[in-house]
T-cell receptor, first 114, second 113 residues
């Protein structure tokens, strides 16, 4: 099992450019999440999905869109990148959203917007 | 979900027990206490969770007070590889809090030789 993988690992964008971050999990998890982490801070939830074809907003959704066309993949899109979106992005998944189930995290994507 | 309060940093000597406290005085009856850690910018890693009773696994022990207003994560024999940021998270079991983890600032644990 690869667990949770994220592509790419690093990316530098110019302001206004767009990109898509890919998260994939091979654990057949229902729930998937996108977080961002800024220097010296904890993770903040951007969007999440409770199943294929469904998405919902998290704590900081503005400037991002997501799609969950396949159960194993969760895509995070930036349509027009801004310097404020410079951050480390983590994807996570869990079997279901009950309190008893742990979240498994990917290694992160470091994004710099110039 | 209830808020948590943790000390910003702690030190521990290698081989000794590391006891990390967490305050969650507003926790409600159906909320679990979770502990995660993050080693040097890697993705967070689940450690342990509990509801009322003390819990132990291969990584750590979790002691929850009887009134559930605070808890302590215990790493019985800390190693240098345990140096990380430790997050105490209280998460509800239903409603809109399904699945969502709220990360605070955590405790930076430094294990020194």
């Amino acid at each position: 099992n690869a667990g949770v993988t994220q592509t790419p690992k690093f990316r530098v964008l110019k302001t206004g450019q767009s990109m898509t971050l890919l998260c994939a999990q091979d654990m057949n998890h229902e729930y998937m999440y996108w977080y961002r982490q800024d220097p010296g801070m904890g993770l903040r939830l951007i969007h999440y999905s409770v199943g294929e074809g469904t998405t919902a907003k998290g704590e900081v959704p503005d400037g991002y869109n997501v799609s969950r066309l396949k159960k194993q993949n969760f895509l995070l899109g930036l349509e027009s990148a801004a310097p404020s979106q410079t951050s480390v992005y983590f994807c996570a998944s869990s079997y279901e959203g009950r309190a008893r189930n742990e979240q498994f995290f990917g290694p992160g994507t470091r994004l710099t917007v110039l | 979900d209830a808020k948590t309060t943790q000390p910003p940093s702690m030190d521990c000597a290698e081989g000794r027990a590391a006891n990390l406290p967490c305050n969650h005085s507003t926790i409600s009856g159906n909320e679990y206490v979770y502990w995660y850690r993050q080693i040097h910018s890697q993705g967070p890693q689940y450690i342990i969770h509990g509801l009322k009773n003390n819990e132990t696994n291969e990584m750590a022990s979790l002691i929850i007070t009887e009134d559930r207003k605070s808890s302590t994560l215990i790493l019985p024999h800390a190693t240098l590889r345990d140096t990380a940021v430790y997050y105490c998270i209280v998460k509800g079991a239903g409603g809109t809090s399904y699945g969502k983890l709220t990360f605070g600032q955590g405790t930076i644990l430094t294990v020194h030789p």
